[in-house]
């Protein structure tokens, strides 16, 4: 019987590839953003900005990849979810790292869930458009 679990997840060379994909979506359509990829764990693999984002937008990006990584859901179906009763909405205030707001994906390769992508500083559609655009680019699926 083993004890041990072994899961895949996402390679440091993808996750830079997601980046620079997010990023040049957001370039092209003038808007200012930070994207996050993390692991299926929530630690981040990769990082990156546009030159005039707000310095907080950083830590969104990365709370929305470590949200949509580890519960293996978009921020925005999590943020729905939580929005969906008043004691689901008092709980999330009390969770660090937890974000509500759309822009970040799960990250699959077939049915393997292995990682998260957060985008953040346009508006959350746009946000969601440049993450399902750097995934796709690279044969992945978002959720």
């Known amino acids: 019987m ?10 440091p060379a993808a996750a830079r ?6 990023l040049e979506h957001a370039r092209a359509n003038g ?9 299926p764990h929530g630690y981040l693999v990769a990082f990156g900005r546009s030159d ?6 950083g830590e969104f990006a990365l709370d929305k990849a470590y949200t949509a990584g580890t519960l293996r859901k978009s921020t925005k179906a ?3 979810r939580m929005a969906s009763t008043p004691t689901l909405s008092l709980g999330l205030s009390t969770r660090q ?3 509500a707001w759309g822009g970040g994906l799960a990250i699959f390769d077939g049915e393997d869930c ?3 992508i957060g ?8 946000d969601i458009d440049c993450a399902e655009t750097a995934i796709r680019a690279l044969g992945l699926e978002g959720r």
Do not use: K, Y
Not at 17 to 22: C, E, H, N, Q, R
């Open 78 to 80: 999590f943020g729905e």
């Open 97 to 99: 790292r937890l974000m």
């Open 17 to 22: 590839t997601l980046v620079d994909g997010a």
């Open 114 to 116: 292995i990682g998260g």
């Open 52 to 57: 005039n984002v707000a310095p907080p937008i």
């Open 31 to 39: 808007w200012e953003v930070a994207v996050a990829v993390v692991d």
């Open 119 to 126: 985008v953040s500083g346009a508006q959350s559609f746009e």
């Open 2 to 11: 083993s004890h041990s679990v072994q899961r895949p997840e996402i390679t």
